[in-house]
């Protein structure tokens, strides 16, 4: 028997990606709610309670109120808004942090999909931290360049406009506030005991990440070298099919942030000397940092291989 999806929120940046990877999948049957239903509260509870598995790819309020539509036990939630990102009752979706991290994605019924930015800063920083390199006090910063992708539909329109401001040919810094809404997460799940400092910058171009952390070496704990850091995160990531590490005589002297733009993978980049160090996650945040993400997490609660649509 087929398993059932639907996708609340189908026709936005995020559930539009994610039917472009399951639509053709001979495995699933996909519930689609009529184009003039999709504001109608009753029908979207029929939609809801109907599917095995359900996407939530709405703003933060619409995703609260669709978990509370679900009546039927059985239904599993994949969460892309930050809603549900950081409560204790969900299961963070990044199966990659540890074995015990994707068991529990397996297994659970309700699974908050990692913000893009946080994916980056996630990815890079929790495992120095879980291996005792980088202190739970250490005053981290990032920087994340990301393509205007990642701003929805109006961002999109506003960027392949004719006649568009001449300013969006150039990075624009956003989150000046030091408050962009992937820093709760950030937080969780690296296990800093601070918030760390971050900027996001956005670009003219549709896709692909490039999430960045500055150390300084002679703060971590045993003041390892940039080489060191790397052996350290490869050895971490060494059994992932999708996060890898490329050897540190390999780092290139230019980072092109959209490098993995089209894909699934997350490919850790570090670079430095004895006394600092720089760690740069790159992908794509329309695919392990949006949709491509939310289906390897189905993928791994349904038991199976994690690549499959990917």
């Not at 089209?262 to 004895?274: A, D, F, S, W, Y």
Request: proline share 5%; net charge negative.
């Amino acid at each position: 028997m087929k398993t059932k999806v639907y996708i609340d929120g189908q026709s936005g940046t995020t559930g539009l990606q994610i039917y472009d990877r399951i639509g053709r999948r001979e495995d699933l049957e996909l519930l689609r709610i009529p184009e003039d239903k999709r504001h109608d509260l009753e029908e979207r509870r029929k939609f809801l309670n109907a599917a095995d598995i359900v996407f939530l790819c709405l703003p933060d309020d619409g995703a609260r109120e669709a978990v509370s539509l679900i009546e039927h036990e059985a239904v599993r939630v994949i969460d892309a808004s930050t809603a549900h990102r950081t409560r204790d009752d969900w299961t963070y979706g990044f199966p990659e942090l540890s074995p015990e991290q994707r068991q529990a994605i397996a297994d659970s019924k309700r699974v908050a999909n990692p913000g893009c930015h946080a994916t980056g800063l996630i990815s890079v920083a929790a495992p120095l931290v879980r291996l005792g390199i980088l202190p739970k006090d250490y005053p981290l910063t990032c920087f994340s360049l990301t393509g205007y992708s990642g701003g929805g539909k109006k961002m999109i329109a506003d960027y392949e406009a004719e006649g568009r401001p001449e300013t969006l040919s150039s990075p624009g810094i956003y989150g000046l506030s030091l408050k962009h809404k992937h820093i709760p997460e950030m937080t969780k799940m690296t296990g800093l005991t601070y918030p760390p400092v971050f900027l996001p910058v956005v670009d003219d171009y549709y896709k692909g990440m490039a999430s960045t952390i500055s150390l300084q070496n002679r703060l971590l704990e045993g003041q390892p070298d940039a080489e060191e850091i790397c052996r350290a995160l490869k050895e971490y990531y060494k059994d992932q099919l999708f996060v890898t590490v490329r050897d540190f005589e390999e780092a290139p002297s230019t980072v092109y942030a959209n490098t993995l733009a089209g894909t699934n993978r997350l490919e850790i980049l570090v670079c430095g000397n004895k006394e600092q160090t720089t760690v740069t996650a790159l992908f794509d945040n329309l695919g392990k940092g949006a949709s491509g993400a939310a289906v390897q997490n189905m993928n791994i609660m349904l038991g199976l291989p994690e690549d499959t649509g990917l």
